[in-house]
């Protein structure tokens, strides 16, 4: 089937004219097929080259934005967290210079970083991002959503670096609520807020209330969806 799926995307390339931007959202296209088969090398070349056409272009439409984001993901997927967070930083204040506060888009951008900062070990940066993270997410999403709850599990762990372990707690609870509630106890996210949750209650030493929850969730959810935060 991948054969025949090389073979389509490179007849709908012939059809178009190189340089054209429906030849670069086709490209998207192909990158996108490339990464879902762990080629995200190949992926990541396809989508500079989505890039250099909108940049050629001029083009600053929701298509170089979703290509931008796209970029700094596979970034991601190949290991390099700390050139990530470079690309989300400068696609963060690409939006912010054209005025993009208040879209999804935005949101998105501010929880991944956010996510990269707790990653890389820069909680300074993290602790300083993270409350515009949670008020543009509610904005957005309601603060019932699971991509609030991902905010609140940064925010969680920032907390508890700080010992402020009550406020961590409670956020670590919420967190978890909100990911049974939206998205099941089959979903991979609300097994990693569950986990989460009971190492801080391990590192706590309570350890019967971590291993209650461990035993609730002794088996990752065989089947594990794409990634509610970069929503790829």
Same mark, same amino acid.
């Given at each position: ?9 490179? =007849? ?39 890039? $250099? ?21 596979? /970034?991601?997927?190949?290991?390099? $967290? ?22 999804? #888009? ?12 707790? #990653? ?15 008020? $543009?997410?509610?904005?957005?999403? /309601?603060?019932?959503?699971? *991509? ?36 099941? *106890? ?9 986990? #989460? ?7 706590? $030493? *309570?350890?019967?209330?971590? =291993?209650?929850?461990? @035993?609730?969730?002794?088996? =990752?959810? @065989?089947?594990?969806? *794409? ?6």
């Amino acid at each position: 089937p991948s054969h025949d799926s090389y073979r389509y995307f490179n =007849i709908s390339l012939k059809t178009k004219s190189k340089g054209s931007l429906d030849y670069a959202k086709t490209l998207y296209k192909l990158a996108d097929f490339q990464s879902g088969l762990g080629s995200h090398e190949t992926a990541d070349g396809l989508i500079r080259e989505c890039l $250099s056409i909108c940049q050629q272009k001029k083009d600053s439409s929701p298509f170089f934005y979703a290509c931008l984001d796209f970029q700094c993901v596979l /970034t991601v997927r190949m290991g390099n $967290s700390e050139a990530a967070e470079v690309s989300f930083e400068d696609a963060l204040q690409r939006r912010k210079s054209q005025r993009m506060e208040g879209t999804a #888009e935005y949101a998105l951008n501010l929880l991944n970083l956010c996510g990269l900062y707790m #990653e890389n070990s820069h909680w300074d940066k993290a602790e300083k991002l993270i409350n515009e993270t949670l008020l $543009s997410i509610e904005k957005i999403y /309601t603060n019932q959503h699971p *991509r609030f709850a991902a905010a609140q599990l940064i925010q969680a762990r920032i907390r508890a670096r700080n010992k402020k372990y009550q406020e961590a707690e409670n956020l670590f609870r919420s967190a978890s609520d909100i990911m049974e509630k939206k998205l099941g *106890r089959d979903h991979i996210e609300y097994f990693n807020a569950k986990l #989460e949750y009971a190492r801080f209650l391990r590192n706590m $030493s *309570r350890k019967d209330e971590a =291993i209650a929850i461990f @035993k609730k969730i002794d088996q =990752i959810p @065989k089947k594990i969806p *794409r990634t509610i935060v970069t929503g790829k």
